[in-house]
Every structure is written in structure tokens, then in C-alpha cells.
């Protein structure tokens, strides 16, 4: 397998893809304020809760998803490096997906589906952190990725919403075909959870018998914040399929 080094050698220019200070991938500032969500967890919605729970207040009134995980607290550098990913200024994909496979165990399900872009802002921005995500993933877990769900109409952006307002402004926003039964639903960013369980309503109204949520980052509403990610940087790694690659590439 090629050393991390000669990877990284590879990806130019090197650039931290937090702060965009030139040197590597991620610079030594950066990488150790990542925070994963430490147990225990809601069995359900994945929030931080004092003692397992099977279910909690954060995901009461969220009805249609099985399960919700995510790998990282969106706290530190990364709200810098999901804002310049949605922008398109960078498509930090493997290094999210090598997170996510990190942080996350693998969820027994058939295939992978993501949340759909908003068609213009998809266009103006030139990047789908979701799709980009799902499809690294599907090389991690071995998976297809299968496009199921569309949206049916526009929808404001959810920033500044409360939790209800989000549900309301997303109710009916998705439709979707049959697929498999056990299907992840991948996204960005969990911040309520309003926006995935109403896709995961148009999966379940499809066919799906089980829809796992799978983000790169949660929303600390509750400012809350956990241990770093073990052994603080990635390590070089090789896909099932056996090809090498750079999971930390971070530049078009």
C-alpha cells in the first residue's frame, strides 16, 4: 500500500480543508478540534442522552426513520469545511466517507440512497455533498447507491427554522420509487432530523421497510460536545475493491 506521504504528495496544491492554510490536507490546528459524538446515545436518533435510551425527546416527533448516526459534531473547523463543500470550493468527499467509516459502524442495509440537491442551488454551486458522500460510502461499505428519492417541489432554506417550522416547510417536499427494504439515507448535516425523516416518509410510502440516517455531522444544539476522533488524524487506505487511494483528498 503507498505511504500516507506519497498520497498526499499527489493531491496539489495541499491545502488544510478547514482553513484553506496551505500545507496538508488537514493542518495540525484543524484536525484535533474534530469532535465525535461520544456514547451514550439515543438507540434511535443517535442524540447524546445520560443514559441509553431506546428513543428521547430529540426525536419524538420523528416518526419514519429506524435509526440516525453521525460521525462528527458540526463544532471546530468543521462547519468551515461543510460551508466551503456546499459552496463548492472543495469536494472533501473521501475524507468525510474515511470519517464516517471510522466513526460509524456499517448499517445492515441493501443500498444507499442520499437526500436530493435543491435543483438550483445544485446548479449555482456545483456541488451535492450528500450524493458525493453516498457514492464514497457505497466504495466503503461495498453498497450500490440507487437515486430514489426527488423532491416535488422547491423549498426555503431551513437555516434560522426551528424544529416545527422545519417539518412544516419539508412536509410533502419528497417522492420517492420502490427499492430495496433496507435502505441508509445519506446527508450532509442532522440538524433536527425534519428533512430526513420526511425523506425517509417517502421511502417508507414506497416500500422501504427500514431507513438508517447516516451524516457526516450533527448540530450541537445543546452545545455539547464529545471526545476527539480516536488517533486524531486519518490513516492512508485501500477500497474492498483493492484500488489505493488518498482518503483525504480535499481539492477539485
Not at 442524540?47 to 471546530?76: H, I, N, Q
Not at 431551513?158 to 420509487?177: C, E, I, M, T
Not at 433496507?182 to 416500500?207: M, N, P, S
Not at 422501504?208 to 450533527?218: L, N, Q
Request: glycine fraction near 6%; hydrophobic fraction near 40%; charge should be positive.
Amino acid at each position: 500500500m503507498p505511504s500516507l506521504a506519497s498520497l498526499i504528495r499527489l493531491a496539489l496544491p495541499r491545502r488544510c480543508v478547514a482553513c484553506r492554510r496551505p500545507g496538508e490536507w488537514m493542518c495540525d490546528e484543524c484536525g484535533p478540534q474534530m469532535r465525535a459524538l461520544a456514547r451514550p446515545l439515543c438507540a434511535r436518533c443517535g442524540a447524546p442522552t445520560e443514559l441509553a435510551v431506546p428513543a428521547c425527546r430529540a426525536c419524538k416527533s420523528l416518526r419514519w426513520f429506524t435509526s440516525a448516526r453521525s460521525a462528527l459534531w458540526l463544532s471546530g473547523p468543521v462547519p468551515s469545511l461543510v460551508a466551503g463543500w456546499k459552496r463548492g470550493d472543495i469536494s472533501p468527499r473521501r475524507l468525510a466517507a474515511a470519517l464516517v467509516a471510522h466513526e460509524l459502524a456499517q448499517p445492515a442495509v441493501d443500498a444507499l440512497v442520499s437526500v436530493p440537491a435543491v435543483r438550483d442551488r445544485h446548479l449555482r454551486r456545483g456541488a451535492d455533498p450528500p450524493a458525493e458522500l453516498a457514492v464514497e460510502l457505497g466504495h466503503w461499505w461495498e453498497l450500490p447507491v440507487v437515486p430514489l428519492v426527488t423532491r416535488t417541489r422547491d423549498v426555503r432554506p431551513q437555516r434560522g427554522l426551528d424544529a416545527s417550522a422545519r417539518r412544516r416547510n419539508v412536509s410533502g417536499a419528497f417522492a420517492a420509487r420502490a427499492g430495496p427494504a433496507r435502505l441508509a439515507l445519506v446527508d450532509d448535516v442532522y440538524t433536527t432530523g425534519a428533512t430526513v425523516d420526511e425523506c425517509a416518509r417517502a421511502l417508507r410510502a414506497a416500500g422501504a421497510r427500514e431507513v438508517h440516517v447516516i451524516t457526516f455531522a450533527r448540530t450541537p444544539l445543546d452545545r455539547t460536545f464529545a471526545r476527539a476522533p480516536p488517533h486524531g488524524r486519518l490513516q492512508a487506505t485501500t477500497y474492498p475493491s483493492g484500488e489505493a487511494r488518498d482518503a483525504t483528498s480535499g481539492e477539485r
